[in-house]
């Protein structure tokens, strides 16, 4: 996404990314196009990284902290942090299909109902999140299988992929699609927009929005919705 807004504004745009690994950081900067001198200073190249752990709520909010203050605004976040990890955790609270009332997985774990689970609670926090900020734009993305090092990086790949083709995008496609269906709300890989998740009523949303504000230690909010 960062690649493809860069060349497609041809370097005139501030773009930070936050990550955990400064050397990928580095390398991705490198290719970006770099304005010619005598650009307008408020049109020059503005590239910087962020080092930050998207797991920690702690480092998120100090950086977001710190964002807000340094920055008039912001045109465009692109969220997008991933873990692989599938140890369970001793405060695990039971999957949201079926019994909403009981948001973590203390029982009952497997990573078929995580899964539906995770699934339910994105589509909740960002409805009540557009609820709740109607002057903001929220656009949540299910881009299908990406051919990113996680699929092209394991042993056997090169014999995979080439069945992979029709139901895979690359990311260079995937950044494509994605800016260019940025005014829709919920979109397919395709930039098709995506029905609304039934299972989240607005018992759901209330339910999800406060078990994370708990669980994030954040203070909750007065709600539009």
């Known amino acids: ?57 702690a480092q998120i909010r100090e950086v977001t902290s710190k964002l807000s203050k340094e920055l008039d605004k912001i045109k465009f976040i692109v969220v997008s942090p991933g873990s692989s990890r599938m140890e369970v955790e ?7 299909i079926g019994q909403w009332h009981d948001l973590g997985l ?25 609820a709740r900020y109607p002057k903001v734009s929220f656009n949540h993305v299910f881009p299908g299988m990406v051919t990113k090092p996680m699929i092209t990086g394991f ?9 992979l083709g029709p139901f895979s995008v690359t990311p260079q496609q995937c950044a494509q699609v994605l800016w260019w269906r940025m005014w829709t709300h919920q979109i397919s890989r395709y930039g098709e927009e995506f029905p609304h998740n039934r299972h989240v009523t607005p018992e759901v949303k209330k339910a999800v929005w406060e078990h994370a504000i708990k669980m994030t230690g954040g203070e909750p909010t007065s709600t539009t919705s």
Request: aromatic share 10%.
């Open 1 to 57: 996404m960062a690649e493809q807004l860069a060349h497609q504004t041809n370097g005139r745009a501030q773009i930070i990314l936050l990550g955990r690994n400064q050397t990928a950081a580095d390398r991705i900067i490198a290719s970006f196009p770099q304005t010619s001198t005598g650009t307008p200073s408020n049109e020059e190249s503005k590239y910087s990284f962020i080092k930050v752990d998207a797991t920690s709520m």
């Open 90 to 96: 001793t405060r695990r609270v039971k999957a949201l």
């Open 106 to 130: 203390v029982k009952g774990f497997t990573i078929g109902r995580a899964y539906n689970q995770m699934v339910t609670y994105k589509d909740s926090a960002f409805e009540e999140l557009a």
């Open 155 to 163: 042993t056997g790949s090169l014999f995979i992929l080439p069945f």
